[in-house]
């Protein structure tokens, strides 16, 4: 009973070293699962934050391209026109200047009234009030958005002229393509993000990227809260100097502002891509769990299953001993009866034995006389004999024959 016990003990702690076993790998998978979800969007946190960045310097460089090239041009002016108008020579080195700048699409020159002097295209000319805020612009450049319809936004990049005199001849100003920041996008992260999207301090969408490219869609001149996967953009994350992430349910977005400029990128990436590759792990993850489940729940049933059959085959073994028992203790009484029997039947045969003593051998007797030799040699009757050698006693008669040979004259025995 202490062994059966005690193999009791034993395969019971082992059940429970295996489902032990088995929920701490079920809680450490488990765990592993959340911090590789965490991780993966934390990661997606800095990597959306680096594109923004990214783009917004790529944009910025765009930027200060043209104003570069636009200052170059200015401090030319500057030092070679005395007159209050351009000369057209100088016009004409304007527009070779400009011409190795594909982001330009146009350049104006509007004299002192606002008035298009020269132009290098047909593109409608900037209005009365963005030219005065550039004619003003005297310190640096004047930046402004001009939408045009549905299909065309234009950023008017603006510096003051002035003659070697020191006097305002009016406003040269650059019209870059958003376009071509849509082309440079697509460059970059035709794989990568869900979305790039260049809006103004106001909100106003210059132009966005989309991928994959079936989702693309016109957001020219739309606030950008107003597109699909933009909606979740708080209204203090669309304006804010330097980085700044948002997290909603299904996207993460990082926006930058673009320094100098007052323009922002704003970079999506959709949890659903983000999260694919930890998905296909987490499907692995969880298909491992199932088997490692499936195998130690069938090592405890299987423990289980034999230590039933263990102490199905004891209790049948106990009911055989008990069994055994009874037949052997029923015997045995059956035998002690028997022996008891045979005990007394021997002591029977022992007295019957005692009172009969056995003849035994052979009887040396005399052919005449029927005398018997004894061992010592000498002739016995044969009555002493008998008498001597047994408990018998004789008492005389006659047979009929001897009774008709010696005394015919008596008719001893009667018909």
């Known amino acids: 009973m202490k062994s059966d016990l005690t193999q009791d003990r034993f395969y019971i702690s082992i059940i429970v070293l295996i489902l032990f076993i088995a929920v701490t790998f079920l809680g450490l998978s488990t765990a592993s699962i959340f911090r590789s979800r965490t991780a993966y969007i934390s990661e997606s946190h800095i990597k959306s934050?680096?594109?923004?960045?990214?783009?917004?310097?790529?944009?910025?460089?765009?930027?200060?391209?043209?104003?570069?090239?636009?200052?170059?041009?200015?401090?030319?002016?500057?030092s070679q026109v005395d007159q209050p108008s351009l000369p057209p020579a100088i016009w004409e080195f304007i527009k070779t200047e400009t011409k190795y700048l594909p982001q330009v699409r146009d350049v104006f020159f509007l004299d002192e009234t606002g008035e298009v002097a020269y132009s290098t295209g047909d593109s409608p000319k900037p209005g009365p009030a963005s030219f005065e805020n550039h004619k003003n612009a005297w310190l640096e450049f004047s930046i402004e958005t001009a939408f045009y319809g549905r299909d065309k936004a234009v950023i008017l990049l603006s510096r003051r002229v002035e003659n070697r005199k020191g006097e305002f001849i009016g406003v040269l100003s650059a019209g870059i393509d958003s376009k071509f920041f849509y082309d440079r996008y697509d460059d970059y992260l035709n794989i990568d993000a869900n979305a790039v999207v260049l809006?103004?301090?106001?909100?106003?969408?210059?132009?966005?990227?989309?991928?994959?490219?079936?989702?693309?869609?016109?957001?020219?001149?739309?606030?950008?809260?107003?597109?699909?996967?933009?909606?979740?953009?708080?209204?203090?994350?669309?304006?804010?100097?330097?980085f700044r992430s948002h997290e909603s349910r299904d996207e993460i977005i990082s926006t930058y502002q673009i320094r100098g400029l007052p323009y922002h990128i704003a970079v999506m990436h959709t949890k659903r891509n983000i999260l694919e590759k930890w998905n296909r792990e987490t499907k692995r993850d969880i298909?491992?769990?199932?088997?490692?489940?499936?195998?130690?729940?069938?090592?405890?049933?299987?423990g289980f299953r034999q230590i039933q059959k263990r102490k199905k085959a004891e209790s049948r073994l106990l009911q055989y001993q008990l069994n055994l028992e009874n037949t052997v203790e029923k015997r045995t009484e059956e035998l002690n009866l028997t022996n008891r029997d045979l005990v007394q039947k021997n002591e029977d045969l022992k007295k019957a034995l005692a009172k009969v003593k056995t003849l035994s051998g052979l009887l040396p007797i005399c052919s005449h006389c029927k005398k018997i030799r004894d061992d010592k040699g000498y002739w016995n009757q044969i009555e002493s004999y008998i008498q001597k050698h047994s408990e018998?006693?004789?008492?005389?008669g006659i047979c009929q024959e001897c009774a008709k040979k010696y005394y015919p004259g008596f008719n001893l025995y009667k018909d």
């Not at 298909?287 to 299987?302: E, K, N, W």
């Open 287 to 302: 298909f491992i769990i199932g088997i490692t489940f499936i195998i130690a729940l069938g090592t405890i049933l299987l």
């Open 392 to 396: 018998a006693e004789f008492s005389h």
């Open 49 to 78: 934050k680096a594109q923004a960045q990214l783009m917004g310097e790529n944009t910025s460089g765009i930027i200060y391209t043209v104003d570069f090239a636009l200052l170059s041009i200015c401090s030319l002016i500057k």
């Open 199 to 242: 809006f103004d301090n106001s909100g106003a969408v210059l132009t966005g990227w989309f991928n994959p490219p079936e989702s693309r869609e016109n957001p020219m001149g739309s606030h950008i809260q107003s597109l699909p996967r933009f909606s979740s953009l708080s209204g203090s994350g669309i304006i804010n100097a330097g």
